[in-house]
């Protein structure tokens, strides 16, 4: 499709250092996304039910792709999770839990909420960035969700 | 006697039960005893009946002897008839005695009433004595014979009849029987051994009857001892004999008690220790969390300094560089927080009297500094309680929370922190009220969590409020907070169980 268009990602994340390690990881390895950012649970979900400050649309586009970390403020990453998954409007976005906690009983609770997929932040740099590609190729990329023509396509 | 257990299957009956057991026991002795009597009654009367037939036979004789002998001299030849119902007369007096017979010295029977002659004239008899009676008939004394050896069961009483001038020439022979006696007796024996009987039945029952009252308490004994071996200990025994069955059930139910009083004792520490426990996880769980998050700040920003000084974008290095240092001053905060809460359960100083008053302007002092940058103003109303506990963590307590209500001022223009109390159901209530931003009820159960930030915005590890509610929960205290919502300020309060 030649030039890469922006794909809107909701970022879920209460850490702006993690924002920006995230955020430079898309740009290094020239993933265009065009990311909003939610401090906390209520945030998050005040963007995706289109509420409060979010209530403009256009100020809330439907994301291709969610990162959510799971100890947030507020509302936990989980009640978010298990909000998104029993909405039928938002259920269909792929929700990639994004998070620091290895925890046995976090990897099974995001399972059972329906998360797409559960990715631990690594802490070698170089891995991180591997693994926001691998997230872009397969999830923005390669998956297909319903209601779009598709997501970008590389030649 | 089935019973039915509690748990539905049928209790086990002894196979020799405590009742029947008793019972036979109380029967038999029952019985050996009646039956020795009955043995003793019946034996020692046939020997008294004897006697006394004999000694009524003895008297009879004494006193019979004189007028039938005299009686025999004067009428026997001339006025038979008579003689005949003299003698009559003088057996029917006596009903044991079935014959007499009137002998002389030398051994010939005169007289015998067995053949009474019905004719006017007697007939003598010829019979004469044997050596044995012909001797009893010559002495002066009466003298008693037992005539085993003629097979009769009779007995003989010989008695001799010594005339006013001393002579002896006739003897009366006097034949007592003893089947009266004996058809008597063992009427007697009859009646006894059936009124042994009947008693040793009546006692059988009575027994049976008093081992059931006896085991009556023992069954219920029974019934709550399994209930209790199946945890419930709810089941106490109403048992009113007023012996020891009813000191064994008091002491039962004394232990029912105890045992009910240690399960919930133990139910109680086990809910603790599952608190705890829980506690405990979720501990472990937040703080590798935690301190997994700044390091990877740390190590992606130390990446990103190669990557900008090889790319030369060297106006970066500068904010990277602070990133670092801000994550590594968090990691220390938190492991320096983490410690302080890990000693808040462990160390604790010995317990003092404590003035809240001077507790709460101890706090304001050392947080001078603070207060007078944020242009806060902090109150503290008298009637502040005196309280028992460790000074140096209810200190910390106090300055977490006033340094908690100038973080969360907001832009309020004239910020106030209120410190003083209230009566409570349990003692008084303590509590650091602010103006400030307020707090969703929501969330209040979250803010004492560990690392809990409401507001990532605002600086800080989330540790001071659990660090809060520990030292209150460790001094047996209950901490909450009570707040409208955004914008309505909030009050923090706390119990101390031991404040007076």
């Known amino acids: ?155 | 006697m089935d019973v039915p257990s509690p748990g539905g299957e049928v209790a086990v009956k002894p196979a020799r039960s405590l009742r029947a057991r008793l019972a036979t026991v109380l029967a038999a002795l029952v019985a050996c005893v009646l039956l020795a009597n009955a043995a003793w009654l019946v034996l020692s009367a046939r020997q008294r009946l004897r006697e006394r037939l004999e000694t009524s036979a003895s008297l009879f004789a004494a006193l019979a002897t004189g007028p039938l002998c005299s009686a025999f001299d004067a009428y026997f030849d001339s006025g038979y008839f008579k003689f005949r119902q003299v003698v009559r007369d003088l057996l029917s007096a006596a009903p044991d005695v079935t014959r007499v017979e009137i002998v002389d010295v030398e051994g010939r029977v005169l007289f015998d009433s067995d053949q009474i002659d019905e004719s006017i004239s007697p007939a003598r008899p010829s019979a004469r004595l044997d050596p044995t009676r012909l001797e009893a008939a010559r002495r002066l004394e009466p003298t008693t014979l037992q005539s085993e050896a003629t097979g009769s069961d009779t007995l003989e009483i010989v008695s001799p009849w010594v005339e006013d001038w001393g002579r002896h020439r006739l003897s009366v022979a006097y034949h007592v029987s003893y089947g009266k006696l004996n058809a008597g007796y063992r009427r007697y024996a009859r009646a006894t051994v059936a009124l042994t009987a009947a008693s040793i039945l009546v006692a059988a029952l009575v027994g049976l009857g008093l081992a059931s009252r006896l085991t009556r308490p023992l069954a219920s004994l029974t019934d709550g001892a399994r209930e209790i071996a199946e945890e419930r200990f709810a089941r106490r025994l109403d048992v009113r004999t007023g012996d020891e069955l009813q000191t064994v059930a008091e002491a039962f139910n004394e232990m029912a008690e105890r045992l009910e009083a240690t399960r919930a004792e133990r139910e109680r520490l086990i809910r603790e220790l599952e608190r705890r426990n829980a506690e405990l996880e979720r501990f472990t769980y937040t703080v590798s969390h935690d301190l997994r998050s700044p390091l990877v700040t740390v190590r992606g920003f130390v990446d990103l300094l190669d990557k900008d000084f090889a790319s030369g974008q060297a106006e970066r290095v500068s904010a990277d560089l602070q990133r670092i240092r801000a994550a590594t001053s968090t990691m220390e905060a938190l492991l320096r927080e983490l410690l302080e809460l890990s000693r808040v359960g462990r160390v604790i100083n010995p317990p003092e009297q404590v003035s809240l008053d001077d507790l709460a302007r101890q706090a304001i002092a050392l947080l001078h500094e603070r207060l007078r940058a944020a242009a806060v103003r902090v109150e503290v109303r008298p009637g502040l309680p005196v309280v028992h506990g460790d000074r140096i963590r209810l200190l910390e307590v106090l300055q977490n929370l006033i340094e908690n209500a100038v973080k969360f001022r907001s832009g309020q223009a004239e910020p106030v922190i209120e410190v003083g109390s209230r009566p409570g159901p349990d003692g008084p209530v303590v509590y650091v009220r602010d103006n400030g931003v307020g707090i969703d009820p929501r969330y209040h159960e979250r803010v004492f969590a560990l690392f809990e930030r409401l507001d990532p915005r605002v600086e800080g590890t989330g540790v001071g409020l659990a660090l809060v509610k520990r030292i209150v929960e460790v001094h047996g205290g209950q901490v909450w907070v009570e707040s409208e919502g955004a914008g309505k300020g909030s009050a923090f309060c706390f119990t101390l169980p031991s404040t007076r």
Not at chain 1, 45 to 74: K, Q, V
């Open chain 1, 1 to 155: 499709m030649g030039e890469q268009e922006s794909l809107p990602v909701l970022l879920v994340e209460d850490n702006p250092d993690h924002e920006e390690l995230i955020r430079r990881a898309f740009a290094d390895r020239g993933v265009r996304v065009s990311i909003s950012v939610a401090r906390h649970g209520e945030e998050a979900l005040d963007y995706l039910f289109r509420r409060g400050i979010y209530e403009d649309a256009r100020r809330s586009p439907r994301p291709r792709l969610i990162l959510l970390d799971l100890r947030l403020p507020r509302v936990d990453g989980l009640e978010v999770l298990s909000r998104i998954k029993s909405s039928a409007a938002l259920q269909a976005i792929p929700t990639v839990v994004l998070t620091t906690s290895e925890s046995e009983h976090d990897v099974a609770r995001a399972c059972a909420e329906h998360a797409n997929s559960y990715l631990v932040k690594p802490v070698d740099f170089a891995r991180f960035e591997d693994l926001i590609v691998h997230v872009d190729s397969y999830w923005l990329t390669l998956n297909r969700q319903p209601g779009d023509g598709g997501g970008r396509s590389r030649s």
